[in-house]
């Protein structure tokens, strides 16, 4: 009966050394989620695919400008996970705020042309362009921010 007890200790031993060794080699941070934010992603490409849909060619500024103050919501939500993910740098920031002066401009000259009864007014087409690019212009760096690889790609041991 000794015999059987030391062969079973001697592989409940091995089992042990063997999950311990196994557990030290997965204690790295490569099993965490994938770095490029996926949720970030389909955010970026729905804003991306609004954007180009509701202010394209055909579009007339004030038609663009309905939509561009739809879009709102959903910039929030792409920056708001930015921000959850601790990806903000000072592109990112600068681009947020050309955007809002971009937006109070349109929001400013779309005063101006109603007051004028002018849906057409020269600088209410501007101000509606520069949003649109301004939106343009923050969706690429928030796309640079989410496909920006982590420092180590994420695999340095925790």
């Not at 579009?59 to 920056?79: M, N, Y």
């Not at 000259?109 to 007014?121: C, D």
Request: with cysteine.
């Amino acid at each position: 009966m000794r015999g059987r007890s030391t062969r079973n200790r001697s592989a409940a031993a091995l089992t042990c050394i063997a999950a311990l060794g196994a557990l030290t080699a997965g204690c790295r941070n490569d099993t965490a989620p994938a770095w490029e934010y996926p949720e970030l992603g389909t955010t970026l490409s729905s804003l991306s695919r609004d954007l180009d849909e509701r202010c394209g060619p055909t579009a007339t500024p004030a038609g663009c400008a309905k939509h561009l103050d739809a879009l709102t919501v959903p910039t929030e939500r792409a920056f708001g996970e930015v921000l959850d993910h601790k990806l903000l740098d000072v592109r990112t920031v600068a681009a947020m705020n050309d955007l809002d002066r971009a937006r109070e401009q349109r929001f400013t000259a779309g005063r101006e042309a109603r007051s004028r009864q002018e849906p057409h007014y020269l600088p209410f087409r501007r101000a509606v362009a520069a949003e649109e690019l301004a939106y343009q212009r923050l969706i690429t760096e928030l796309e640079r921010l989410r496909t920006a690889p982590p420092p180590a790609d994420g695999t340095d041991p925790v």
